[in-house]
């Protein structure tokens, strides 16, 4: 973190000419891929000063927050800056694939700026880069009436689509890391809910092989259809859980009845599934998210990984 705000410090003090770089990028998909389409417009050094002068200051006051913890797809304190290794981010190389010479588009007639799904500001000194990166958000057209501008002592009618660059940061990715200013930027530019499907499919192939619930095809298909279980099982896998269920899985119908958990076992021992109202409590018990207080001997669910 700290290189990362020397890297904006040396910046803003020293201004380079030319480090600047502004990329519009937009999903495409063939045959089961999905890649990205990358336009870069020339930016004047003027321009590029102006740019970093709008957006670096929300950028500071995010990193100036208490802690760095690691991503957690359910949620994110207020006060956390969330932090996850770009390796774990299987569209971001292919992002960068789609920014090199051979792969950019620099004809900007070709640009869709309605199919814009993200822009990207590139920030290079001495070969080292910093990312940044927003959700687009397309400035509409006025209903009736032109926009002008003023230029050369004279007033122009603007005929094109605007590109608007706000103050506002999603996501930067610096060195290895990619750091979230908005939590639910990840999955909105770099559809990383396809990685909370292929982590949910990994943890459901675990809980098939240790035979463990009834009716395992209908769980399978209720927990696909819902980004909620989907980022719980995320979370599940990336924090290795599913070892201490198995583990202990002969204390979970004593868990289950001490709780009132609306969960039947068979002769078997086994979990019983039968309906949606019955994922979050299976979940939680996959995740060992229920706690008993000390002081109270009270009960509970920890409402965010990572609290018990």
Do not use: W
């Amino acid at each position: 973190m700290e290189q990362l705000k020397e890297f904006i410090a040396t910046v803003k003090s020293h201004t380079p000419n030319n480090c600047t770089r502004i990329f519009f990028s937009r999903k495409v998909s063939s045959n089961g891929n999905t890649k990205y389409v990358t336009h870069q417009p020339t930016v004047s050094n003027e321009v590029q000063l102006v740019i970093l002068n709008t957006v670096f200051p929300y950028i500071e006051a995010q990193l100036e927050k208490d802690s760095i913890v690691a991503y957690n797809p359910i949620g994110v304190l207020d006060g956390e800056l969330e932090k996850i290794s770009i390796t774990q981010i299987p569209m971001f190389s292919e992002f960068i694939d789609s920014i090199d010479t051979q792969n950019l588009y620099r004809e900007m007639d070709s640009l869709k700026i309605d199919k814009i799904g993200f822009y990207c500001i590139e920030v290079n000194v001495d070969g080292s880069p910093l990312y940044i990166f927003r959700k687009f958000q397309k400035l509409k057209k006025l209903r009736s009436g032109i926009l002008t501008r003023i230029a050369n002592n004279a007033l122009n009618v603007i005929e094109n689509d605007f590109l608007g660059i706000d103050e506002f940061t999603d996501m930067i990715a610096f060195g290895d890391d990619l750091f979230l200013l908005n939590h639910i930027s990840l999955e909105r530019i770099f559809d990383y809910r396809d990685e909370f499907l292929r982590k949910t499919n990994e943890a459901l192939g675990e809980i098939l092989s240790k035979d463990v619930l009834v009716n395992i095809e209908q769980f399978t298909e209720d927990c696909c259809s819902d980004i909620r279980i989907m980022k719980r099982f995320t979370t599940i896998m990336t924090k290795d859980r599913l070892p201490m269920f198995f583990d202990n899985y002969d204390k979970v119908p004593e868990i289950v009845s001490e709780l009132g958990l609306d969960i039947d076992f068979n002769e078997q021992g086994k979990l019983i599934y039968r309906e949606r109202c019955q994922l979050f409590h299976i979940v939680n018990l996959l995740s060992d998210s229920y706690f008993k207080s000390l002081l109270a001997n009270r009960t509970g669910v920890a409402m965010i990984e990572g609290e018990v």
